[in-house]
């Protein structure tokens, strides 16, 4: 159990702080609200108004953003893979490329049905 004491000491010290830094906001932040802080703000441009029901938002905007999401992740896993490629066994580079397999086939199926065209 002593092994897991920093642990438990870290785990509390950051909620300490979450609960602290929340609670100081409360008696420090603004008290008086009007229209112009409560309002929607996109770089100085009043924002485009929203059809009644929110309106329909183009997915492949979605799509690109979780394709940038997982590329990037792909990338911290396979940096440290590549810097220390000459000591791991055989074992770590199947489990690699059953990685990248299993983030080529759905890349591939998003090309292949046109998710990437911007027409």
């Not at 990037?72 to 490329?97: R, T």
């Amino acid at each position: 159990m002593s092994s897991y004491a920093p642990i438990l000491v870290l785990g509390l010290l950051a909620a300490g702080f979450a609960v602290f830094s929340v609670t100081l906001t409360t008696f420090t932040g603004p008290k008086r609200y009007n229209r112009a802080k409560l309002d929607a703000y996109e770089c100085g441009i009043d924002p485009t108004p929203q059809p009644m029901g929110g309106g329909r938002f183009p997915v492949k905007y979605y799509l690109t953003a979780m394709m940038f999401i997982i590329f990037d992740i792909e990338i911290v896993f396979l940096y440290p893979w590549a810097v220390a490629f000459d000591q791991l066994p055989l074992f770590v580079f199947l489990a690699m490329m059953l990685f990248l397999f299993n983030l080529t086939v759905p890349y591939v199926y998003e090309w292949r049905r046109g998710g990437l065209d911007w027409d």
